[in-house]
């Protein structure tokens, strides 16, 4: 089962900018977007202030985002308990739990250090591409947690990103095109 490397990591960075615009923190720290394009040497950088976000999030009342949450229902889950397999890894050691091999693919999920991992390696095209995700599991719980309400938590899960320190979120190489988001305290890349 051959996977869409590039709409797996459009749509991680998409959720990752979205959600990690949501919340204020005490200090002033900011949500980084740098994508650059090899091609065309163009680039784009975001950088926004957390507390900036926060104040805007509240007036997002788009499909499913509403108020720094996002409904899902039983057909998005496909009638998972993300929650309980949550719990499960919690309650697991480090471990690589997922390892997926093929001839131009490498998959793994893994537990390490209070954080789940998702690494993707993929050379099926001409040009490589490389997925890089790191979700510490206090934010995994905050985003589960109105789960039972068909909800998940965005402005929850920033909070316990905010209190995670320095966190490089996503990351999207490919050889012609770069993305890199994070949150820190500088205000510039």
């Known amino acids: 089962m051959k996977m869409n490397i590039?709409?797996?990591?459009?749509?991680?960075?998409?959720?990752?900018?979205i959600s990690l615009s949501a919340h204020a923190a005490p200090a002033d720290r900011y949500?980084?977007?740098?994508?650059?394009?090899g091609t065309d040497g163009g680039s784009v950088n975001v950088n926004i202030p957390l507390a900036?976000?926060?104040?805007?999030?509240?007036?997002?009342?788009?499909g499913?985002?509403?108020?720094?949450r996002v409904v899902i229902s039983q057909a998005d889950t496909n009638?998972?308990?993300?929650?309980?397999?949550?719990?499960?890894?919690h309650a697991a050691p480090d471990n690589e739990f997922v390892s997926i091999r093929q001839k131009?693919?490498?998959?793994?999920?893994?537990?390490?250090?209070?954080?789940?991992?998702i690494k993707i390696r993929d050379s099926e095209d001409?040009?490589?591409?490389?997925?890089?995700?790191?979700?510490p599991l206090s934010v995994a719980d905050a985003l589960f947690s109105t789960f039972h309400q068909n909800e998940l938590n965005v402005s929850a899960a920033l909070q316990a990103l905010d209190q995670a320190?320095?966190?490089?979120?996503?990351t999207v190489e490919e050889a012609t095109q770069h993305v890199r988001i994070w949150v820190d305290e500088k205000n510039s890349q």
């Open 6 to 17: 590039r709409s797996l990591a459009a749509a991680l960075a998409v959720f990752a900018t």
């Open 31 to 37: 949500l980084h977007v740098k994508v650059e394009d």
């Open 52 to 62: 900036m976000a926060e104040k805007i999030l509240p007036a997002i009342h788009n």
């Open 64 to 68: 499913k985002l509403n108020e720094g």
């Open 79 to 89: 009638g998972v308990d993300l929650k309980a397999i949550l719990d499960a890894i």
């Open 104 to 117: 131009d693919q490498d998959v793994r999920i893994f537990k390490s250090n209070g954080n789940i991992l």
């Open 126 to 135: 001409k040009e490589p591409q490389k997925v890089d995700v790191t979700i």
């Open 165 to 170: 320190g320095q966190t490089l979120a996503v």
